[in-house]
């Protein structure tokens, strides 16, 4: 009988506190121990067999999981509504354990062409040595994933909050190109955080996060997740032999029939995460999981402060113009409004006045605002995208991607705003002196 | 087709009370997932009696396997089925009409296993019914062990775990 009551669903908060983390059965520990070890002991031989032929969960080498770990995946999982989870070494490694799950040599896939700055290099030049194709493609009209496709095309790949800002995607309807093709829509949701906004909800079957950013959140962790929704129909989509045939790699299992919907982070566990190694470590997964209880908190922070500086800057006499789809005057503000309800992050750009060398300036003359390459953090961060993050790419993929040559990238943090803004303030004056 | 949904209490209480299981369409092949459910089962202390007419007579981990339901000479509560949707109708007719004999409470239907004309028989007759679920899997969720590959269990307790084997 199909039981009309339902379990209880948690609410946000409380999952991001509680979910993955019971106390531990043998000491009672009211908080995740970091389980600071390399191996875990057998039962006997038989237990061990087991293990190794996945046939029973449990642990065995902290390389493929660890206790620390899977509090932060099945959290991750809870957050994003999803159904599995793995993480990584850092967010760039689980987009290598996604694709390499995903693509076989020779296949292709679609890639936004606003995307962090890393991820296009890592897509357009290293999967490449990889006999992977990856096409870019301007998402801001989604049809335009409809005409790239390509018959080897095995998956698309968006940030619906786009690095280094201002960009909101229609997730949805991309989504529904996705579905036709029968591929599976992967979402790098880091910009946003699972806070913010879920792709899942959307129509997403994986999401990725990089957790260094607000999941962390306090700047002291590299860290990436996979997350699959369990929702993708890889026998019906009929071209993804790594999911459906048994797999040399793992004595002939057949993955999809074996494990589900979890099917797909279970291989990307079980054989590229085992075969290649970026394994997260247990701290790092302590830090993170400890950030991730105050991430409603901190995200309300970062929007409220972030919508404050935008404004502040939309109308100072030194700011061509500022990028932040929480501006009404913003072309993503509708779709940020849809997407991202709570505010559209806190990571975004804006253009000064006197262009190149004004901006070095003025990165290089603030005083609360630490210059450097990252986001996420409690503190402000800035950079000048074309010369750091986006440096890689050609002028044509910078300008295209939002890193051109007078774009100042901003993450604002959880200061005091009246500290934040007198820092942008002073900083602006001081560079067009 | 509506998702199917089972709450967790339902669940719990079906892998609580269930003792002995006919595994139908058990595969004496080690790769195959039905032969992972039951070494799994097994080890968590349930007696699992293999049916697979092509393997009758054959010993799957230390059990002899039986051609249909109505070969078993024991009692079993459930019968879990690693059939196709459409093979699982007949099965379930048979557990119907067994289901006096051998005490049989619950048809389980495996993960990718749903027939919902066969499922409404066996609940008028009185059974319990879940389908497109695996019995391994749901044990692991509800005792902890699922957590442990990432999984969203959706199991949120301040509660300590009682060790289970
Ligand atoms: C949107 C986005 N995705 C992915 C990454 C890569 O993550 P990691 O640096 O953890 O490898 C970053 C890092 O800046 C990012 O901003």
Redesign the interface.
């Known amino acids: 009988m199909t039981d009309d009551k339902k379990d209880k669903e948690f609410g946000f908060a409380t999952r991001a506190i509680h979910a993955g983390s019971r106390p531990e059965p043998l000491t009672g520990a009211r908080n995740t121990p970091i389980y600071q070890t390399t191996s875990y002991v057998f039962e006997d031989t038989d237990h061990a067999a087991d293990l190794f032929n996945l046939s029973r969960f449990g642990f065995i080498y902290s390389r493929l999981t660890n206790p620390t770990v899977s509090v932060l995946e099945e959290r991750c999982a809870a957050l994003e509504n999803g159904r599995a989870a793995v993480a990584a070494a850092s967010g760039h490694a689980a987009q290598f354990l996604t694709f390499f799950t995903l693509l076989e040599p020779g296949d292709e896939f679609l890639a936004s062409r606003n995307l962090y700055g890393g991820s296009m290099t890592q897509f357009g030049l290293s999967f490449k040595r990889l006999g992977w194709t990856c096409h870019f493609v301007d998402p801001t009209d989604p049809e335009n994933f409809r005409k790239a496709l390509t018959p080897k095309c095995k998956g698309i790949f968006i940030e619906t909050l786009a690095n280094p800002g201002g960009i909101v995607l229609d997730v949805e309807k991309i989504a529904a190109v996705a579905r036709d093709a029968q591929i599976p829509l992967i979402v790098d949701n880091t910009m946003a955080s699972p806070y913010l906004h879920n792709p899942i909800e959307w129509g997403a079957d994986i999401v990725i996060h990089s957790t260094t950013k607000f999941l962390s959140g306090h700047g002291t962790s590299m860290g990436g997740v996979v997350i699959e929704s369990g929702k993708f129909d890889w026998f019906k989509a009929g071209k993804f032999p790594t999911m459906t045939q048994p797999d040399p790699a793992y004595h002939g299992l057949t993955f999809y029939e074996t494990f589900g919907d979890f099917g797909f982070t279970t291989k990307a566990r079980a054989v590229a995460l085992r075969d290649f190694g970026p394994s997260m470590a247990p701290m790092n997964a302590f830090l993170t999981i400890t950030g991730i209880e105050t991430l409603p908190l901190r995200m309300e922070r970062h929007v409220a402060n972030a919508q404050a500086v935008a404004k502040f800057l939309a109308g100072h006499p030194k700011v061509e113009w500022v990028s932040y789809a929480g501006l009404p005057s913003s072309p993503y503000h509708d779709l940020a409004k849809k997407y991202l309800p709570k505010g559209p992050g806190s990571v975004f750009t804006f253009g000064v006045k006197g262009g190149f060398d004004v901006g070095r300036r003025m990165v290089e003359g603030m005083e609360l605002f630490s210059h450097l390459a990252n986001i996420g953090d409690t503190r402000s961060l800035i950079l000048h995208p074309a010369s750091t993050t986006h440096r890689q790419l050609s002028e044509e993929q910078r300008v295209a991607s939002g890193a051109g040559p007078d774009v100042i990238r901003l993450s604002i943090g959880l200061e005091s705003i009246e500290d934040i803004l007198e820092d942008l303030d002073r900083g602006l004056s001081r560079a067009t002196k | 087709m509506a998702e199917?949904?089972?709450?967790?209490a339902?669940i719990a209480d079906i892998l609580g009370s269930v003792a002995t299981i006919a595994m139908v369409g058990a595969s004496p092949d080690?790769?195959r997932?039905s032969?992972?459910a039951m070494?799994?089962l097994q080890?968590k202390g349930f007696r699992v009696i293999p049916v697979n007419p092509r393997a009758a007579g054959t010993q799957i981990l230390g059990e002899t396997t039986y051609a249909d339901l109505a070969a078993v000479p024991h009692q079993f509560q459930m019968v879990d089925i690693f059939r196709n949707s459409e093979a699982a109708g007949p099965i379930v007719d048979e557990a119907i009409a067994l289901a006096q004999d051998k005490g049989i409470d619950v048809i389980w239907m495996q993960?990718?296993v749903r027939n919902d004309e066969a499922a409404a028989r066996a609940?008028k007759a009185g059974l319990?019914?879940v389908m497109n679920r695996?019995p391994k899997?749901e044990y692991?969720r509800l005792f902890?062990?699922?957590?442990?590959?990432?999984?969203?269990?959706?199991?949120?307790?301040?509660?300590?775990?009682?060790?289970r084997r």
């Open positions: 199917l949904s089972y709450t967790d339902y080690w790769v997932p032969y992972f070494k799994y080890s993960l990718g609940e319990k019914v695996c899997i692991g902890g062990e699922l957590s442990w590959s990432g999984v969203n269990t959706k199991i949120i307790s301040a509660k300590r775990q009682r060790l």
